[in-house]
T-cell receptor, first 116, second 117 residues
Framework: DTGVSQDPRHKITKRGQNVTFRCDPI?????LYWYRQTLGQGPEFLTYFQNEAQLEKSRLLSDRFSAERPKGSFSTLEIQRTEQGDSAMYLC??????????????FGNGTRLTVT | DQQVKQNSPSLSVQEGRISILNCDYT??????FLWYKKYPAEGPTFLISISSIKDKNEDGRFTVFLNKSAKHLSLHIVPSQPGDSAVYFC????????????????FGQGTILTVHP
């Protein structure tokens, strides 16, 4: 399977702990996105990378959140001092920038975070 | 502020009939629109898209219509099949200053489609 891979699928943590999620995009894709989805809502944009450069961050991304994409390959999303409000599905997506710029995002199956 | 709205949380349709899912948007800078389908425990899957310079795009059983003046788009599925039962998300991309677009999408809340045999 050469789709977007996310690990872990599920994470349960206690409030105040740090968590880190990993995303492996489709290999030839140079753009990588993180989204968050809560129950009854659509995915909300968090941040975006083109290769290794983080080009945009949503105001939803508080200073407890940090994302990296070293060497423009896989990406990690870390949440420090987790809060119950961080409980959500964290989705990673990738796409290939090309002329016309209309390539759709390909999503992984997400990491479901539960903060107790 | 919800820039993309799907006002129908759910839709129930008989197999073989047409399913029509609606979406409204407020941001006039949106230049590209997409529909995604999502099954439980899976990520959203791209279904069909339309550029703002068109008013219709068709792919098999799926057709998307765009009415720019009304800031409204719809997805038609005909004939509907039980396997189409899923959550459908409307999404839109906005053009940044200078005409570039980075692919960031704004999603609606989703509509749960149930197709009964």
């Amino acid at each position: 399977d050469t789709g977007v891979s996310q690990d872990p699928r599920h994470k349960i943590t206690k409030r105040g702990q740090n968590v880190t999620f990993r995303c492996d995009p489709i290999s030839e894709h140079n753009r990588l996105y993180w989204y968050r989805q809560t129950l009854g809502q659509g995915p909300e944009f968090l941040t975006y990378f083109q290769n290794e450069a983080q080009l945009e961050k949503s105001r939803l991304l508080s200073d407890r959140f940090s994302a990296e994409r070293p060497k423009g390959s896989f990406s990690t999303l870390e949440i420090q001092r987790t809060e119950q409000g961080d409980s959500a599905m964290y989705l990673c997506a990738s796409s290939l920038r090309r002329p016309g710029d209309n390539s759709p995002l390909h999503f992984g199956n997400g990491t479901r975070l539960t903060v107790t | 502020d919800q820039q993309v709205k799907q006002n129908s949380p759910s839709l129930s349709v008989q197999e073989g009939r047409i399913s029509i899912l609606n979406c409204d948007y407020t941001n006039s800078m949106f230049d590209y629109f997409l529909w995604y389908k999502k099954y439980p425990a899976e990520g959203p899957t791209f279904l069909i898209s339309i550029s703002s310079i068109k008013d219709k795009n068709e792919d098999g059983r799926f057709t998307v219509f765009l009415n720019k003046s009304a800031k409204h788009l719809s997805l038609h599925i005909v004939p509907s099949q039980p396997g189409d039962s899923a959550v459908y998300f409307c999404a839109a991309r906005d053009v940044k200053a200078g005409g570039t677009s980075y692919g960031k999408l704004t999603f609606g809340q989703g509509t749960i489609l149930t197709v009964h045999p």
